[in-house]
């Protein structure tokens, strides 16, 4: 049989190289070496301490310079996944406990973006305003502005819709979730949040974003991003990640990291190989015995 990791499938051309590259490297030419993102200690509570939703939780999430990472979490409905990713974009605080970002507690200049499952693109503005918000907003002259998001609008396919109001039908779904993600992508955050982004898909528009979306995580050339997903479908998290986070129980805790050793080069007959379903069904099994919240 053929071995489809080393198949001969086409694959689309790489991504061409831009000159947005993010550095890792403190001052003094040093890698950075310090996890990414660490949830120390994390307790939640609501009612007066009657709701616990965490009780010491703790995250750790490694940096790989220079190739990143995917990460994805799951668990039950209203197990807390969003609440996590909250308080990484600093649009939340927790009851207890610490936020730290390389090391250092998170503060509200280290602006980590989202990626919404709706609503996630600016209606008024068009496709090319809405990629430039981002650059504006840290003050980078117009004109460079203007040029990084056009490069950044080509990785992501949408050359040619720039001057388009950035909305529905104008735009498809699908189009729209690349215009948010390439606003959250331009300035080259170290780490990119994606809460159910591709939910309101339909499905052969949701697969395509999955094989979209590995992509860029593996251009290495343009992004090394620590990617962190919240996902309910099972496939697109073994197809997407190379870690995933099972939360469970109530407090609730971590229940089973996965490493996902699939190849680093990805496209869509990953998901009829062997080892691919076999991952898919391990965390199907996982997912079934944690109690419903
Ligand atoms: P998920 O994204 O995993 O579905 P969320 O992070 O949205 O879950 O929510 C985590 C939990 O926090 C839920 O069980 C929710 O009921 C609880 N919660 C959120 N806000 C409040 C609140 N103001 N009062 C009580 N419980 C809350
Ligand atoms: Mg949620």
């Not at 053929?2 to 003094?28: G, H, L």
């Not at 310079?65 to 990484?88: A, D, E």
């Not at 396919?157 to 390439?182: C, F, M, T």
């Amino acid at each position: 049989m053929e071995n489809i990791f080393s198949s001969s499938q086409p694959r689309s051309p790489k991504i061409p190289e831009t000159a947005i590259k993010p550095s890792r490297k403190t001052s003094d030419g040093k890698y950075l070496d310090q996890n990414i993102i660490d949830l120390v200690d994390i307790t939640q509570e609501y009612e007066d301490g009657k709701v616990k939703v965490f009780d010491k939780l703790n995250i750790e999430i490694k940096d790989i310079v220079n190739k990143g990472q995917f990460i994805t979490i799951m668990g039950p409905s209203g197990c807390g996944k969003s609440t996590i990713l909250r308080y990484i974009s600093g649009l939340q605080k927790p009851t207890h406990g610490k936020i730290l970002f390389h090391g250092k507690e998170l503060t509200e200049k280290d602006h980590i973006p989202m990626v919404f499952q709706q609503y996630s693109s600016f209606p008024w503005k068009t496709v090319l305003q809405n990629v430039m918000l981002p650059l504006n907003m840290m003050g980078i002259p117009e004109e460079e502005s203007r040029k990084r998001a056009l490069s950044m609008l080509k990785i992501v396919g949408l050359n040619g819709h720039e001057n388009k109001w950035a909305q529905y039908p104008l735009l498809s779904g699908g189009q729209l979730q690349r215009v948010a993600i390439a606003r959250n992508l331009v300035a080259n955050p170290n780490v990119l949040l994606m809460d159910e982004p591709f939910g309101a898909l339909d499905i052969l528009t949701r697969r395509q974003m999955q094989v979209f979306m590995r992509k860029i995580f593996e251009d290495n050339n343009a992004f090394d991003p620590t990617i962190i997903l919240v996902t309910h479908d099972i496939r697109e998290a073994v197809f997407l990640s190379t870690n995933i986070i099972i939360l469970g129980d109530s407090p609730v805790n971590v229940k089973n990291i996965i490493d996902i050793d699939l190849p680093d080069i990805r496209d869509m007959y990953l998901k009829r190989h062997p080892k691919f379903l076999e991952y898919v069904n391990t965390i199907e099994d996982i997912m079934e015995n944690l109690k419903k919240l």
